[in-house]
């Protein structure tokens, strides 16, 4: 049954597989950025595996800083990117969560807003370099109560791992190695 442009059955077939193999839940992303000069860089997904199962993914995105910034805006600056990705991925899980308790979605909106002090990206200030709040608005044309769209909030919220990763400490591990 295709609900929001769910396959509803895919995605509760896929969560049973989870439940009975939690070794099929391991993905892993590796992703590649060329420097281009400036501050563009050319990335793309580099490897992608699904419980060890390579996906093939083909995407190229150039990124660039605005001009304002000393860029030469070819291209959405890192956190656009970041911000992109937090709306995609509660809005995605919003949709599924929907379509799970079949709940029909007309239109979806989302809005991020982040706010950052480029003074620490610029070391001019002991302040954080990177955002300080986050702000996502979702706008919604559906038949649901107020209720039921509160807890499908709830929900994509509770499970988006992009919001998980941006709100939480992920461990970082940075390296440097001179190419030959």
Request: charged fraction near 25%.
């Given at each position: 049954?295709?609900?929001n442009?769910?396959?509803?059955?895919?995605?509760?077939?896929f969560a049973?597989?989870?439940?009975?193999?939690?070794?099929a839940?391991d993905?892993?992303l590796?992703t590649e950025?060329?420097?281009?000069?400036?501050?563009a860089?050319?990335?793309?997904?580099?490897?992608?595996t699904?419980a060890?199962?390579?996906l093939?993914?083909?995407?190229?995105l150039?990124?660039?800083?605005?001009?304002?910034?000393?860029?030469?805006?070819?291209?959405p600056?890192?956190?656009?990117?970041?911000a992109a990705?937090?709306?995609?991925?509660v809005a995605h899980q919003?949709?599924?969560?929907?379509?799970g308790r079949?709940?029909?979605?007309?239109?979806?909106?989302?809005?991020?807003e982040s706010q950052?002090?480029?003074?620490g990206a610029?070391q001019v200030?002991?302040v954080?370099?990177?955002?300080t709040v986050a702000?996502i608005q979702?706008?919604v044309?559906?038949?649901?109560s107020?209720e039921?769209?509160?807890?499908l909030l709830r929900d994509?919220?509770?499970t988006?791992?992009?919001?998980?990763?941006?709100a939480?400490?992920v461990p970082?591990?940075?390296a440097v190695?001179r190419?030959?």
């Amino acid at each position: 049954m295709i609900r929001n442009g769910i396959e509803v059955d895919q995605v509760t077939g896929f969560a049973e597989v989870l439940r009975t193999t939690p070794a099929a839940g391991d993905a892993r992303l590796r992703t590649e950025h060329r420097w281009r000069g400036g501050y563009a860089l050319d990335w793309r997904a580099d490897q992608v595996t699904l419980a060890d199962q390579p996906l093939t993914r083909r995407h190229t995105l150039r990124l660039d800083l605005p001009a304002e910034l000393g860029g030469t805006d070819h291209g959405p600056a890192p956190g656009e990117l970041i911000a992109a990705a937090l709306g995609a991925c509660v809005a995605h899980q919003f949709v599924e969560h929907a379509a799970g308790r079949g709940v029909v979605i007309d239109s979806l909106e989302v809005t991020c807003e982040s706010q950052l002090d480029l003074r620490g990206a610029y070391q001019v200030a002991e302040v954080r370099p990177g955002w300080t709040v986050a702000k996502i608005q979702l706008s919604v044309r559906t038949e649901a109560s107020d209720e039921v769209l509160a807890e499908l909030l709830r929900d994509a919220v509770a499970t988006s791992p992009v919001l998980d990763t941006v709100a939480n400490p992920v461990p970082v591990e940075p390296a440097v190695r001179r190419l030959s």
